[in-house]
């Protein structure tokens, strides 16, 4: 886990570099997930790894009274300078979903944990623990929503690169790319930050960093959430990765 939090701090500002365009995506995710929560009748939400506040912030836009969380430092504070920017009152916590415990009390109707970031525990067993967490703080009528790569689909692939975003800033040129690798129960995911003069094109400098993500396919989710207490996982649509519906 502490490999993968380095990650995310080594690229916590140019994070938004993932999605080709970070604005509308995170409209379209928080109308997606607003709409789902309403129809919940959720008013209280847990975002359990909520990263630069790709939910967080447009579920708080929303008039959802929102309390974010994630283990990485850095992350948390590039989604507080966006949450700042448009004025709006988020709980943020420097936490893991273990931690969680000792740092916040209460229970919330929704708590959502979306983005990859359960299969970030290195273990069946941790990510037991880590939803045995999240369970305790869903309300007896709530839910949890959690979102992973659909690695059903990804056992047996060949070796996959992807191309992100790219940005012009002071002149210079920044451009993310990821390589993934099944070496089973864990895919390693290898990124490459490379900074470029935009006049010469010289490289001038560049970020490698790495995840070790556990391979949680749906029906072992489903085994682990049933030992935990959750009573029910029910598959939602969504169009970028497996998404779930927890019930306690």
């Given at each position: 886990?502490?490999?993968n939090?380095?990650?995310?701090?080594?690229?916590?500002?140019?994070?938004?570099?993932?999605?080709?365009?970070?604005?509308?995506?995170?409209?379209?995710?928080?109308?997606w997930?607003?709409?789902?929560?309403h129809?919940?009748?959720?008013?209280?939400?847990?975002?359990?790894?909520?990263?630069?506040?790709?939910?967080?912030?447009?579920?708080?836009?929303?008039?959802?009274?929102?309390?974010?969380?994630?283990?990485c430092?850095?992350?948390?504070?590039?989604?507080?300078?966006?949450?700042?920017?448009?004025?709006?009152?988020?709980?943020?916590?420097l936490?893991?979903?273990?931690?969680?415990?000792?740092?916040l009390?209460?229970?919330?109707?929704?708590?959502?944990?979306?983005?990859?970031g359960?299969?970030?525990?290195?273990?069946?067993?941790?990510?037991?623990?880590?939803?045995?967490?999240?369970?305790r703080?869903n309300a007896p009528?709530?839910?949890?929503v959690?979102?992973?790569?659909?690695?059903?689909?990804?056992?047996?692939?060949?070796?996959?690169?992807?191309?992100?975003?790219?940005?012009?800033?002071?002149?210079?040129?920044?451009?993310?790319?990821?390589?993934w690798?099944?070496?089973?129960?864990?895919l390693?995911?290898?990124?490459?930050l490379?900074?470029r003069?935009s006049?010469?094109?010289r490289?001038?400098?560049e970020?490698?960093?790495?995840?070790?993500?556990?391979?949680?396919?749906?029906?072992?989710?489903r085994?682990?959430?049933?030992?935990?207490g959750?009573?029910?996982?029910?598959?939602?649509?969504?169009?970028?990765e497996?998404?779930y519906?927890?019930?306690?």
């Amino acid at each position: 886990m502490q490999s993968n939090v380095e990650h995310y701090q080594a690229l916590a500002r140019v994070y938004r570099l993932f999605y080709h365009d970070y604005e509308g995506t995170m409209r379209e995710e928080g109308a997606w997930l607003a709409a789902l929560l309403h129809r919940l009748g959720a008013r209280t939400v847990l975002d359990a790894c909520c990263g630069i506040g790709r939910q967080a912030i447009p579920l708080a836009e929303a008039g959802f009274l929102v309390v974010a969380a994630d283990p990485c430092g850095a992350m948390l504070a590039e989604a507080k300078r966006l949450s700042g920017e448009r004025d709006l009152s988020i709980a943020w916590l420097l936490s893991d979903f273990e931690g969680l415990s000792t740092t916040l009390s209460g229970q919330f109707d929704a708590v959502i944990a979306l983005g990859n970031g359960l299969c970030h525990c290195p273990t069946r067993d941790a990510v037991g623990r880590a939803l045995a967490a999240l369970r305790r703080f869903n309300a007896p009528a709530g839910a949890c929503v959690v979102g992973i790569k659909d690695f059903d689909r990804l056992r047996g692939a060949s070796r996959q690169s992807h191309a992100y975003g790219r940005c012009e800033e002071e002149g210079m040129t920044s451009d993310l790319t990821q390589t993934w690798d099944v070496q089973e129960p864990q895919l390693i995911c290898r990124t490459v930050l490379r900074r470029r003069d935009s006049a010469s094109g010289r490289v001038q400098s560049e970020v490698r960093a790495e995840t070790r993500e556990y391979m949680l396919g749906s029906a072992e989710l489903r085994e682990v959430a049933a030992e935990v207490g959750f009573r029910s996982v029910e598959p939602l649509a969504h169009p970028g990765e497996a998404v779930y519906l927890l019930r306690p």
